[in-house]
């Protein structure tokens, strides 16, 4: 449950300084004191927060803390600013109302800081998305780029603000944010060239000398040594707590989420860097005939540096310092600038320079931040601008300020009383009016058109004749002179005499925050603001392109002779849009105290605590806010808070809200007087009353608390009675149950135990008496089959003998009929069928026989040897004829096919059979050589020729042959040629015929039995070719040529046939001598061939190598 705290709970002091009693200063202080102790930094004024600096971090800005503030009433918590913002915000997007938060309070009371809370407040509870959080992150990341440029440490605040920041934050119809416009006001820029003791010129300065890179410096130009620049005072260059080199790399990375780019942050350092080279640059005297002296720059490195730094000719820049052109209608008049007026121009220039870089930054941040989206946007604006300030030397600056302060001061006053005003009339409620001081008489003294100061000032710099501040004080001294709240020497209302502090050339005003003397010096000067024309063109013509946009009337084109507004119309310009542009919003006011003067936390000094009080008004305002009511509530959560004083409205009140407030006050016997009832809220006058109220609650919550407790312990004792009883009967019953539960289980095991026995007793004495009937039944059924078995078997033995006998009879009855028949066919019978049988049985097997033989016929190759096996004995003739038959039949049809050369061929290789076969060795190896005959060619070769014409018959046989020599037995060639009536030998080279024989003297041929082939032609004794006696050759071919000499010899028929004689010894005639031929088995060692050998005169040994 969500618990609902208030303001009014645990509070210290008073949360709300309405409610304080008795209400005066002392008091009032005291409570800020007290609360200030305490760690309590905010107070209210009704919705008003009191915020005291506490110069510490203090753990109640953390993200805890916002979601504890966010969507709660303003009331419901301790006071915060947090709840300031969440009202501001909540009523921006809920009720569509613009708002805006003004803070005020001196320099260094916290209004910077105050102004980051809301913003970050604001960031945390709004929308979330990528693009939401880019626009918030923008947004909170201007700050450190503003502060670094517009703020600088002061006597009164490290980090004080030198301008004037108006933020309008806008958001869209969901409460998103949509981006956001800055407005800046005045800034100090007298700063840039000189600090008042103590104080620091703007942060940037130190912060780029200390963090940027040396690289970085170098292209700049500079060095990180502050005491080279005229421009950074030297008694405070370091503050402690502020480390420069980290905020500058605070502040690149903010520029660069603000959306700067690289080259834009470049131009900005360079500017910067230029601002500090400027207030290097020193100026001498130069006499000039005239006697006048004239400025010229002493040491011009830093000129030259500066002039390379932002692309400006340096002669240009150099003239700019010793000269100034008047330009008055259409005439150029140039006159020489002293050292003193060089050192102005110098001033001027850096302070335009920087100031209008701050305007540009601003502009800048603008173009990044501002809201896309065209639609209407809600705005609520921040307002942070420079505190009101009293320093001992005040000039135009503070002067400014002040009636900023002035301004804002009054529009608080106005706004503050309006809106009180408008919500009494608003709710129907009397209201008199409340005495207050309003400062509006300080401000006309300021602005007015006529006799204002600012007006005055203006008039005397546009005036035409020599003006100088003392001329400006004379005229304030004649015409405010009258006015309450100025003072001067001269004025009717000087305290002079009495008051020795006012010194000359000074005049003081009575501000609402107390009384500021300004020194007039400047003043003048400060206003007009003036620029010497020839510097802003020096300027433009820079190559700077950042320098070029920040002078633009340095335009030669643009060149415009009116005077440019002053410093003090612009500023009174742009504050009185301000405050137009406030008045719009809903108002909400911080109002910044701070506690001590020397920056220290814990330290509460009430004298300036009670100053500050005084000037803002504090005590009017909670005056104001109780001349009327003191307090007001909505009737809701009035009648939530209170309900409990009254029978009626407690617990719950049915009906309308106001009607139980108003059962509940008269119920508390509240005077009437002390309230009344508004529109839509409870006004109480007196804050008194509402203590009394607030005590009465506290009580009767604690009596509340009792009779809860009592309800609460009487309802948990009576439970857990309650409780007990029910578990008491639960645990009987269970018992009782279980108890019952294991009795029954026992009786129900007995139970079943008896009843198996009863059962298998029935059951035994049923089987006994089953198994009786079925063996009674077995011998009944054995009985009958061997009764039925024992007729069965007699019946079968009757059947069998029966059949047996009738076997018998028909046996014997065929037997008897066999006889008979046989007796009656048997002569027919035994003559024919035994032959028909024969014949038919041979028949039939030598069909089978035949037509076997056809299946298992041998090939038609005549030396195919295969036959089939002979199947019957009794065949054994006809089978060996059958294949004679086919045999001679295959070589039959295999003759057949020869042609008539091949056939002679065949015969007379039949005829060599018939000669030699198994009685010459040689024989086999010539069955495979075919014979040719004319192994010489001999009609073909020419050498032959001579030969040829002296055969004249046909050639059958030409070969060469060895004629064996009788005396050594060596063999000599020979051609041996063979026709059909003789055999001629003839040499072998020439041809020529040694010897023709003709065929019917060749009688015998003798060869042996062995392979060798030598042979004897034995010539018929006494024919005329046997004077030379028997030749013994020797050839290749010799059974060719014997067989050849046969076969010729068998064909003439007039001759007898040729004798073949093979043996291996025989005689051979040579002339007289018979010479026997030994022919002898193992040849010569080395030889293949057979070797004739005359062994003496009657023998030849021919060695025939041994056949392998
Ligand atoms: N809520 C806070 N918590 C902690 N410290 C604070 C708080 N508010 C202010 N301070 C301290 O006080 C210093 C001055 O505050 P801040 O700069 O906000 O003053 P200011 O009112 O803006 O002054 P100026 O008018 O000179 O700009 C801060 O630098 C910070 O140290
Ligand atoms: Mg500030």
């Known amino acids: 449950m969500e618990v609902k705290t208030s303001l009014l709970d ?40 009191i915020s005291m600096n506490p110069y510490r971090s203090l753990p109640i800005f953390t993200p805890e803390k916002v979601e504890e503030y966010r969507n ?56 979330k998305g990528q693009e939401v959080n880019k626009v918030k992150e923008q947004l909170l990341q201007s700050n450190p780029v503003l502060e670094a440029f517009g703020n600088a440490k002061t006597v009164r605040n490290d980090n004080s603000s030198r301008f004037g920041k108006y933020m309008d934050i806008e958001f869209d119809f969901k409460g998103d944010p949509l981006g956001g416009v800055i407005s800046n006001y005045l800034l100090e820029k007298s700063r840039v060239c000189k600090q008042p003791r103590g104080e620091r010129n703007f942060h940037i300065f130190y912060q780029l000398l200390s963090g940027a890179s040396g690289d970085t410096l170098t292209k700049l130009k500079l060095d990180r040594d502050f005491s080279k620049y005229n421009y950074l005072s030297l008694d405070s260059a370091t503050v402690s707590g502020l480390d420069d080199a980290a905020s500058f790399r605070t502040v690149r990375n903010a520029m660069q989420i603000v959306g700067f780019m690289e080259d834009e942050v470049q131009s900005v350092l360079e500017l910067v860097a230029a601002v500090l080279k400027l207030g290097n640059i020193e100026f001498k005297p130069e006499s000039r005939v005239n006697g006048f002296d004239e400025s010229r720059v002493k040491d011009k490195n830093d000129l030259k540096e500066m002039c390379e730094l932002l692309g400006i000719e340096q002669s240009v820049l150099e003239r700019a310092f010793s000269y100034r052109t008047v330009e008055a209608k259409m005439e150029k008049v140039s006159t020489t600038l002293n050292v003193a007026q060089a050192y102005y121009a110098r001033d001027a220039l850096a302070k335009n320079l920087y100031s209008r870089l701050f305007s540009w930054l601003v502009t800048r941040i603008n173009e990044s931040i501002k809201a896309q989206a065209k639609t209407r946007h809600k705005v609520m604006g921040v307002l942070d601008i420079y505190g009101f300030e009293i320093f001992e030397d005040n000039s135009f600056e503070q002067f400014i300020i002040n009636y900023c302060n002035e301004k804002l001061q009054q529009i608080f006053i106005e706004l503050t009383l309006r809106e009180e005003q408008e919500e009494y009339v608003r709710e129907g409620i009397e209201w008199t009016n409340i005495e207050y001081f309003n400062n509006a008489v300080i401000c006309d003294l300021i602005e007015n058109n006529q006799n204002g100061i600012l007006a005055m000032l203006d008039e005397e710099c546009l005036r035409p004749g020599t003006v100088t501040d003392d001329t400006f004080l004379d005229k304030l001294n004649t015409i405010c002179a009258e006015h309450q709240h100025f003072e001067s020497r001269l004025s009717k209302n000087s305290k002079f005499l009495t008051d020795h502090s ?40 820079a190559t700077h392109s950042l320098m070029r946009q920040l002078f633009p009337e340095g335009n030669p084109a643009k060149v415009n002779l009116k005077r440019p507004p002053t410093a003090g119309f612009q500023f009174k310009a742009s504050v009185g849009g301000l405050m137009r542009n406030l008045q719009t919003k809903n108002p909400n006011y911080i109002r910044c105290i701070k506690p001590n003067d020397k920056k220290a936390s814990h330290i509460f000094t009430d004298s300036l605590v009670c100053h500050q009080v005084r000037y803002l008004g504090l005590m009017e305002n909670v005056r104001v806010r109780r001349a009327g009511y003191a307090f007001r509530q909505p009737y809701e959560p009035c009648l939530e808070r209170y309900k409990m004083l009254c029978r009626q409205t407690w617990p719950h009140w049915r009906g309308p809200a106001r009607d139980g407030v108003e059962v509940l006050l008269i119920d508390c016997s509240v005077p009437a007087e002390e309230f009344a009832y508004g529109r839509s809220k409870i006004f109480i006058r007196n804050p008194r009353t509402l203590f009394t109220l607030e005590e009465r609650r506290r009580a009767c919550l604690q009596d509340l608390a009792t009779l809860i407790q009592k309800i609460y312990r009487g309802w948990k004792c009576r439970t857990h009675f309650i409780l007990l009883k029910k578990s008491q009967v639960v645990v009987a019953a269970w018992y009782r149950r279980y108890a019952q539960q294991k009795k029954y289980e026992k009786i129900k095991r007995a139970t079943l135990v008896m009843q198996s ?3 298998g007793w029935k059951a035994r004495k049923i089987l006994r008496q089953l ?187 030409a070969d060469v042959v060895n004629k064996i020599n009788r005396a050594n037995g060596k063999g000599s060639p020979r051609l041996f040629l063979l026709t059909k009536s003789n055999f001629v030998l003839a040499d072998q080279k020439t041809g020529q015929v040694k010897a023709s024989v003709p065929l019917p003297d060749l009688t015998s041929v003798s060869v042996s039995t062995q392979s060798d082939g030598f042979f004897a032609l034995k010539l018929k004794e006494g024919s005329a070719s046997a004077a030379k006696g028997d030749f013994l050759l020797s050839s290749e071919h010799l059974i060719e040529i014997i067989t050849k000499l046969h076969r010729t010899g068998t064909t003439a028929a007039d001759k007898d046939q040729i004798n073949i004689d093979i043996s291996d010894e025989f005689l051979v005639q040579f002339k007289q001598d018979k010479v026997c031929v030994k022919f002898i088995q193992g040849g010569p060692k080395n030889g293949t061939s057979a070797a004739c050998k005359r062994k003496n005169n009657r023998l030849l040994e021919v060695s025939v190598p041994s056949s392998p």
Request: proline share 3%.
């Open 10 to 49: 645990n509070m210290i002091g008073v949360g709300d300084m309405v409610l304080l009693e008795p209400l005066n200063e002392d008091s009032f202080i005291e409570n800020l004191r007290k609360r200030f102790d305490h760690n309590e930094i905010y107070t209210y004024i009704g919705s008003v927060v």
């Open 72 to 127: 709660r009433n303003f009331y419901e918590l301790s006071p915060h600013i947090y709840a300031l913002a969440d009202e501001a915000y909540r009523s921006l997007r809920d009720q569509d109302k613009d708002q805006c938060i003004l803070i005020t309070g001196e320099s260094g009371a916290g209004k910077t800081e105050a102004s980051k809370l809301v913003m970050s407040y604001v960031a945390a509870v709004c929308g």
């Open 502 to 541: 006012l010194p000359h050339s000074c005049f003081r005003i009575q501000h609402y925050a107390g009384k500021v003397l300004y020194r007039v010096e400047g003043f003048v000067d400060k206003n007009n603001d003036l620029l010497y024309r020839d510097l802003s063109q020096a300027m433009y013509k």
């Open 771 to 957: 198994k009786y009937e079925k063996r009674c039944k077995e011998a009944v059924t054995t009985i009958a089959a061997y009764w039925h078995g024992t007729e069965a078997r007699r019946e079968l033995r009757c059947l069998k003998e029966e059949a047996r006998r009738k076997h018998a009879v028909a046996v014997i009855w065929a037997y008897w009929r066999g006889l008979q028949v046989r007796r009656e066919y048997r002569k027919f019978f035994r003559a024919n069928a035994g032959k028909k049988i024969y014949c038919f049985i041979i028949q039939r097997i030598m069909q089978k026989y035949f037509l076997g033989l056809k299946t298992t016929m041998p090939s038609m190759s005549p030396i195919d040897n295969t036959w089939s096996a002979q199947p019957y004995s009794f065949l054994e003739g006809a089978h060996t004829e059958l294949r004679r038959i086919f045999h001679f039949w295959r070589c039959k049809k295999h003759r057949g096919q020869f042609t008539e050369e091949k056939k002679a061929v065949y015969e007379e290789k039949l005829e060599a059979s018939e000669i030699f076969k198994d009685k010459k060795a040689l024989y086999p190896s010539s069955v495979s050589q075919p014979f040719k005959g004319d192994y010489l060619e001999i009609q073909k070769n020419p050498k032959y020729q001579k030969l040829n014409s002296a055969v004249e018959e046909k050639v059958l046989l």
């Open 757 to 759: 026995f009863t059962r």
